[in-house]
């Protein structure tokens, strides 16, 4: 059986990035820091994300750990 994330939320974060920093996106949906990794993904299959923005704004990082696009959102909060 494949261990599955943890659906935090059915919308995406909005954060602001800087640019040319690195970012950790936790993947297993167990993170009291979302959308960023915190560590709580030890002893599961899970791995952070890791993302570099290339540019300062605001960024769109999955909420629902089923995005396509990770770690960006790409929607698919809509089909769960």
């Known amino acids: ?3 599955q994330a943890v659906v ?3 919308r995406p974060y909005m954060v602001e990035v800087e640019e040319g920093k690195s970012y ?3 993947r ?3 993170s009291a820091k979302q959308p ?3 560590g709580s993904h030890k002893d599961t299959g899970f791995t952070p994300v890791p993302y570099k923005a290339e540019s300062s704004g605001k960024v769109f990082f999955c909420g629902c750990k089923h995005t396509g696009k990770q770690p960006l ?3 698919s909060h809509a089909k769960l």
């Open 8 to 10: 935090v939320q059915k």
């Open 28 to 30: 297993c949906g167990r």
């Open 73 to 75: 959102c790409d929607g």
């Open 1 to 3: 059986m494949t261990e």
């Open 24 to 26: 950790y996106w936790c």
């Open 36 to 38: 960023f990794c915190d």
